[in-house]
């Protein structure tokens, strides 16, 4: 076997560990997938008559709003996994697994890409469940089979970047508490983006805060697909974003995980 198929196998085996992980501690996964559903229900029956009719569209009301924040939602379902990921490496690292696969013949980068590997697979599957009950609620995107498969390759761009940015925080956490803290200003983003309001109703101090920063051009390209709304250069800037996050959250995770752990 070749160097590269050594590392695909240790990853396979690691994939397979967390899965198991989430299946033995699935509370992680009601939580990434029920906060999402909490938000969505709150979101369009207490403030949703009130915010649509803001939105100038056609229908106003809560049917233009369940079109509008869907896709902040669905950042919110990404980053409420980013937040288990980091809670489920800290807990390797603090019960001294880590340590013990430092001195096994494995590939190093396979117990990183497991984490992430299960982490976007569980995304995915939150992400399904959270875009089947807007549909229960009567959202209606405009999407066809590209838009939605782009769509999909965006959510998955963003996913893979918070990830690694997850496993990063896990490994620089000197507790599982500390852990999960760290991601928490994940879950706060699409609120100081175009998540729930539109950028232009915003101060402008966090006006600009909120045009700039990453989530909100993957919110407003993944809008634009699944409703028809202009895109812009939001599907470059949010492509841009994955990418520097997504490397800045590899190359933090190897460092960690290569650490002398007598540190």
Same mark, same amino acid.
């Given at each position: 076997? *070749? *160097?590269?198929?050594? $590392?695909?196998? #240790?990853?396979? !085996?690691?994939?397979?560990?967390?899965?198991?992980?989430?299946?033995?501690?699935?509370?992680? *996964?009601?939580?990434? @997938?029920?906060?999402?559903?909490v938000?969505?229900?709150?979101?369009?029956?207490?403030?949703?008559?009130?915010?649509?009719?803001?939105?100038?569209?056609?229908?106003?009301?809560?049917?233009?709003?369940? +079109?509008?924040?869907?896709?902040?939602? /669905?950042?919110?379902?990404?980053?409420? !996994?980013?937040?288990?990921?980091?809670?489920?490496?800290?807990? #390797?690292?603090?019960?001294?697994?880590? =340590?013990?696969? +430092?001195?096994?013949?494995?590939? +190093?980068?396979?117990?990183?890409?497991?984490?992430?590997?299960? =982490? &976007?697979?569980?995304?995915?599957?939150?992400?399904?469940?959270?875009?089947?009950? =807007?549909?229960?609620?009567?959202?209606?995107?405009?999407?066809?089979?590209?838009?939605?498969?782009?769509?999909?390759?965006?959510?998955?761009? @963003?996913?893979?970047?918070? *990830?690694?940015?997850?496993?990063g925080?896990?490994? $620089?956490?000197?507790?599982?508490?500390?852990?999960?803290?760290?991601?928490?200003?994940?879950?706060?983003?699409?609120?100081?983006?175009?998540?729930?309001?539109? !950028?232009?109703?915003l101060?402008?101090? /966090?006006?600009?805060?909120?045009?700039?920063?990453?989530?909100?051009? &993957? @919110?407003? !390209?993944?809008?634009?697909?699944?409703?028809?709304?202009? @895109?812009?250069?939001?599907?470059?800037?949010?492509?841009?974003?994955?990418?520097?996050?997504?490397? /800045?959250?590899?190359?933090?995770?190897? +460092?960690?995980?290569?650490? #002398?752990?007598?540190?």
């Amino acid at each position: 076997m *070749t *160097t590269l198929s050594y $590392a695909a196998h #240790d990853s396979a !085996t690691m994939l397979r560990r967390n899965l198991k992980r989430m299946v033995r501690y699935p509370a992680l *996964t009601m939580f990434v @997938i029920g906060g999402p559903l909490v938000f969505l229900l709150l979101f369009v029956f207490v403030f949703g008559g009130t915010l649509g009719a803001g939105l100038g569209g056609t229908s106003g009301g809560r049917a233009e709003y369940l +079109r509008y924040v869907v896709p902040g939602i /669905l950042m919110m379902t990404v980053a409420g !996994t980013a937040q288990g990921t980091a809670i489920s490496v800290a807990m #390797d690292m603090t019960e001294g697994i880590v =340590a013990r696969f +430092r001195t096994m013949a494995i590939s +190093r980068a396979a117990v990183l890409t497991g984490h992430v590997v299960g =982490a &976007v697979i569980q995304t995915m599957l939150a992400i399904v469940v959270v875009v089947g009950f =807007a549909l229960l609620l009567g959202f209606r995107p405009s999407a066809g089979p590209v838009e939605w498969v782009a769509a999909i390759g965006v959510l998955m761009l @963003i996913t893979v970047a918070v *990830t690694w940015l997850a496993v990063g925080l896990g490994m $620089a956490a000197k507790s599982v508490e500390s852990a999960s803290n760290a991601p928490s200003a994940l879950l706060l983003l699409p609120f100081f983006g175009s998540g729930f309001v539109p !950028t232009d109703s915003l101060p402008a101090g /966090l006006r600009w805060f909120a045009e700039y920063q990453p989530f909100t051009a &993957v @919110i407003e !390209t993944v809008r634009g697909l699944l409703t028809g709304g202009p @895109i812009g250069n939001n599907a470059l800037i949010a492509a841009a974003w994955c990418v520097a996050i997504a490397v /800045l959250g590899y190359l933090w995770a190897l +460092r960690s995980y290569n650490r #002398d752990p007598a540190r």
